[in-house]
C-alpha cells in the first residue's frame, strides 16, 4: 500500500527573490495574513507516512491534537556504512502537546521506495508539518 506524503514547507524567508534563500535571511516583507502559518496534514495510521528529504535541512513537527490520549509514532532509519540503525520507535507524544525530530540527513535516514523520511503514527490526531530548513 503507498504511503501519504507530507509535503515539505519552507519557512517564509527570502533572499533575491522569494523562496530562494541568500546571504541573509529576511522575510518578504509585508508579511501577508496566512504566510508564515504551518499547514498540519493529519498522519495516516493506515498507510502510514513520508515526507521528501533535502539532506540536512528536513526538520520534522508533529502534534498530538486529542485533548486526553496520548499516541505514538515511529520514524525510520536506514543502515549507516557500518549497518547501524537509529529508528525513533514508538515516540509518545502526550495529548496537546508537539514534538519536533531532525534535521535528517540522507545518510541513516533516506528510504528508496518512496524516497524520503517515512513515518508511523498511531492515530490520524497526529498532525504534521515537514519544514525545509535554509
Do not use: C, E
Not at 3 to 10: D, F, I, K, P, Y
Not at 23 to 43: D, K, V
Not at 95 to 113: H, Y
Request: cysteine-free.
Amino acid at each position: 500500500m503507498a504511503r501519504t506524503q507530507v509535503n515539505t514547507q519552507q519557512i517564509p524567508l527570502a533572499g533575491p527573490t522569494p523562496g530562494t534563500y541568500g546571504p541573509n535571511y529576511y522575510p518578504n516583507l509585508p508579511l501577508g495574513a496566512g504566510s508564515a502559518s504551518l499547514t498540519l496534514t493529519a498522519g495516516d495510521a493506515v498507510n502510514n507516512n513520508y515526507t521528501p528529504l533535502v539532506s540536512g535541512k528536513t526538520v520534522l513537527l508533529a502534534y498530538n491534537s486529542h485533548t486526553t490520549s496520548t499516541f505514538t509514532l515511529t520514524i525510520h532509519s536506514v543502515a549507516d556504512a557500518t549497518q547501524r540503525t537509529g529508528d525513533v520507535t514508538n515516540y509518545a507524544i502526550t495529548a496537546l502537546t508537539w514534538a519536533s525530530f531532525g534535521p535528517f540527513t540522507n545518510t541513516g535516514w533516506l528510504q528508496v521506495s518512496p524516497a524520503g523520511i517515512t513515518f508511523d503514527p498511531t492515530s490520524s490526531f497526529l498532525l504534521f508539518a515537514a519544514m525545509q530548513l535554509p
